[in-house]
């Protein structure tokens, strides 16, 4: 919804707006001249999934007014999203700024809100969210905006791991095909490979990543009696009352409590509720130390002024500064954000005396990155790029709906996708009648990757948008009729042991004039990764368009069979396939190889395009068993021996595990079970001290076909230890994230004791990416297991 009384929208400015019960359009308040139409599908209390009887049913009305509670945990999502794409501006006395738009607006006046990205569009507001929660709707959405007459449609929301067949992505092609650009957020939920969501997968629509655009922070300095300094940032800006000095209380998680990584209950580590100070034993005075992942941000500053605390501090979850929040409501103290790598100092500082000093102003050492919750790509099942731009997401000053005039500083991709959906709409006032394939191509074909340090195709797509590139644009590229990239999929080298192991793939793309005059490009490859021994060839590579005309390019990437049996290993033997990224981030990466096909103008007036290609290339190891000898007995124990083959082209480690379980195709995607089996080893093959009397249990699961990133999929296995034909214990192969508070495409294995519901312990998983075998680890003893003791079990 949208706050249409708020000052960036020309509203009324009207405290008592919380009056208006926003089920009609009887007061006359709706439709403004700003926010010209819309309705909402859902009600304050809609929240599918609560426990709130009916909370799960739709109460629509005609008046999308956003929730008007100031502390709903939606944040006023909405009005925020559709200030960033085109609110009027506020100034800084609270009056709606009217113009002009030009190049001495930002010079000649001085906002409290900037204006939006193009401020002179019109706005429709579909509302699908409650106050709270998450939504079914998004398609009848989609359906009411493109009926209204929508000429581009903003979704900041989505669902990790998205699928292209999803209806919430089909309706965004529909909608496409209708004449309606649809642009939307890639998802927060970090780096690893092919976690970007839907509906932003959808391949007709673009999809955006977030960037970092803040250049420096308000800094601070935590100065540890009898310690290092720990540098940080202040980010609610609330200097006022430093410097401060209180003992450190580092908050711990009550284990006996389950975690909801939304409202943060039962995560006492995060701060961000009482019931974390009482476990935590705080006393007023104190420093606390809070841990980001688990419930809003904000939340840690004002609980902490609410418990007396003179200023709280939070570790961030990667390396590198959180956000820049802006001025937190009911938190008056300074709240102090600091990296990831501060943790263990803090922790060894617990209960001793600190104090907090302002320190000026910082570098942001994240100014131009991708930001470190954006999604990574790319697409699942056919490894299309996604996302396809990415715009400016973090600390977003915009419109806070829970006030008339006030701002809210939010961060996210909902964030950035409203800033590229402005340009959109910009493309189509320049150029009237175009389609959403035009408009696509406009967008990702004049996309700066060098403003984003470092660049990243499987993060950022195209790179970062570039309004005035995109608006001017009448050169455009497109790949077939459905995007501007180029995706030559997850490609098994190796697989042919009769015939050739090279890799030989030609795409087309093309290229078209919108002048009236002959434009002549020079093509040439630019690779953004390693090439990993690939050769890209481009025919022609010089070609001349007519005006209003358009030619084909193809484009041929080569790897030989040298090529592919040097690529890097899929897996280590044992252990997690995982990586860190620019940022010093944990996540699940991919092995490719990316880059662009870059067309230059060296005769005639257009503009320079680039089109984004990607292929994950993986060399094959084919081990196959191809004589087995009978068993012979020695003193009770039978031996028998398999002699084994690798026709592949790739080094292929070949192992016993004792099999259990087996069953058919079912035609199913990477969830199709084929065959599970165990096998023992040392205690340190689980990366734990060697224990003699204790073993180091491996499940290995083998599905028919591949998953992109495992944690697409739960597997879990069940365990009797008794005999009782009862499961005691289940070993889960899972997302980290999603135990903790969100999915971020890491798989663990998790022992967890059925009775008493808790968990036993936890393992990094071996479950690489377009794989389709994965090794689920844990320790004997984790299941009341010994040498001495009980030994068996059933699964």
Not at 72 to 94: C, I, K
Request: aromatic share 6%; charged share 20%; glycine share 12%.
């Amino acid at each position: 919804g949208i706050n249409y009384y708020h000052a960036d929208f020309g509203g009324l400015r009207d405290p008592e707006f919380t009056a208006d019960t926003g089920l009609d359009r009887s007061d006359g308040n709706f439709p403004t001249a700003k926010v010209v139409a819309g309705y909402d599908l859902v009600g304050d209390a809609y929240n599918p999934g609560s426990d709130v009887p009916g909370a799960d049913i739709p109460v629509p009305d005609n008046d999308p007014l956003d929730c008007k509670d100031p502390d709903a945990p939606n944040v006023h999502h909405g009005t925020h999203v559709a200030g960033t794409a085109a609110g009027q501006g506020v100034l800084d006395n609270g009056d709606t700024f009217t113009g002009p738009y030009d190049e001495d607006t930002l010079a000649d006046h001085t906002f409290r809100i900037g204006p939006g990205t193009a401020p002179e569009a019109s706005l429709m507001a579909f509302r699908v969210f409650g106050c709270d929660g998450a939504t079914f709707v998004v398609v009848d959405a989609i359906e009411r905006a493109t009926r209204a007459g929508a000429d581009v449609i903003n979704m900041s929301l989505g669902s990790p791991f998205g699928n292209p067949g999803s209806v919430d992505s089909l309706a965004v092609d529909g909608a496409s095909k209708a004449g309606v650009t649809v642009v939307m957020s890639a998802g927060n939920s970090g780096p690893s490979a092919y976690i970007t969501g839907s509906p932003g997968v959808a391949t007709r629509g673009i999809s955006v990543a977030a960037m970092d655009a803040v250049r420096s922070f308000p800094a601070a300095t935590v100065e540890i009696a009898g310690g290092d300094d720990i540098d940080g940032i202040i980010a609610n800006d609330d200097t006022d009352d430093l410097p401060v000095t209180g003992d450190l209380n580092v908050f711990a998680d009550n284990p006996a409590t389950p975690c909801d990584g939304d409202t943060g209950a039962g995560c006492e580590e995060s701060g961000v509720l009482h019931d974390s100070y009482v476990f935590n034993a705080y006393v007023a005075g104190q420093i606390p130390v809070t841990f980001r992942g688990n419930g809003a941000r904000v939340d840690r500053a004002s609980q902490g002024d609410a418990e007396g605390a003179p200023a709280v501090i939070m570790v961030n979850n990667a390396p590198g500064f959180p956000p820049f929040e802006g001025p937190i409501e009911g938190a008056d103290i300074p709240f102090v954000g600091v990296s990831s790598t501060a943790a263990a100092a803090l922790a060894a500082a617990d209960g001793d005396s600190a104090t907090i000093t302002d320190a000026g102003v910082t570098a942001n050492p994240n100014f131009k990155h991708t930001a470190s919750f954006t999604s990574g790509g790319p697409r699942r099942f056919d490894n299309m790029i996604k996302p396809d731009v990415a715009a400016p997401g973090v600390s977003v000053i915009s419109a806070h709906g829970g006030t008339v005039d006030g701002p809210r500083i939010l961060s996210g991709t909902s964030m950035a996708s409203p800033a590229a959906a402005g340009v959109a709409a910009l493309v189509l006032e320049a150029n009237p009648g175009w389609t959403p394939k035009n408009v696509k191509s406009a967008l990702m074909g004049t996309a700066s990757p060098n403003r984003l340090v470092p660049y990243e195709i499987r993060l950022a797509g195209a790179g970062l948008v570039n309004p005035r590139r995109a608006v001017g644009a009448t050169g455009l590229a497109w790949a077939g009729q459905t995007t501007a990239s180029l995706a030559f999929g997850a490609e098994q080298l190796g697989k042919d042991p009769n015939g050739s192991n090279s890799f030989r793939e030609t795409l087309s793309f093309n290229i078209t004039n919108k002048s009236s005059s002959s434009v002549t490009y020079q093509l040439s490859n630019q690779f953004q990764t390693a090439s990993l021994g690939a050769n890209v060839s481009i025919s022609p590579n010089t070609v001349t368009i007519g005006g209003n005309s358009s030619r084909s390019i193809d484009v041929t990437l080569r790897m030989s069979e040298a090529d592919a049996e040097a690529l890097p290993d899929t897996a280590p033997l044992h252990g997690p396939d995982l990586g860190f990224d620019s940022l010093g981030q944990l996540h699940s990466p991919l092995t490719h190889v990316a880059g662009a096909v870059v067309a230059n103008v060296i005769g005639g007036s257009g503009n320079d395009i680039r089109v984004p290609y990607l292929l994950a290339p993986r060399g094959l190891s084919r081990v196959n068993d191809r004589t087995k000898t009978a068993y012979t007995e020695t003193a009770n124990r039978f031996k028998s021996s398999v002699r084994v083959k690798n026709t592949g082209v790739h080094f292929g480690i070949a192992d016993v595990y004792q099999w259990g379980l087996a069953d058919g195709n079912d035609g199913l995607d990477g969830i199709d079970i084929r065959a599970v089996g165990v096998q023992t080893f040392p205690t340190e093959v689980c990366n734990v001290p060697e224990d003699r009397d204790d073993r180091c249990l491996v499940i290995a699961v083998n599905t028919w076909n591949k998953w992109g990133n495992a944690s697409e999929n739960e597997f879990d296995v069940l365990i009797d230890t008794n005999d009782d034909d009862e499961p005691d214990y289940a070993v889960i192969g899972v997302d980290a994230g999603l135990v903790l508070g969100g999915l971020d495409g890491i798989y663990v294995s998790l022992i967890v004791d059925l009775p008493a519901l808790s968990v036993v312990d936890a393992f990094f998983a071996t479950a690489p990416n377009d794989g389709a075998t994965m090794l689920l680890p844990l320790l004997a003893s984790d299941l009341g297991l010994s040498r001495t003791g009980d030994s068996d079990f059933e699964y």
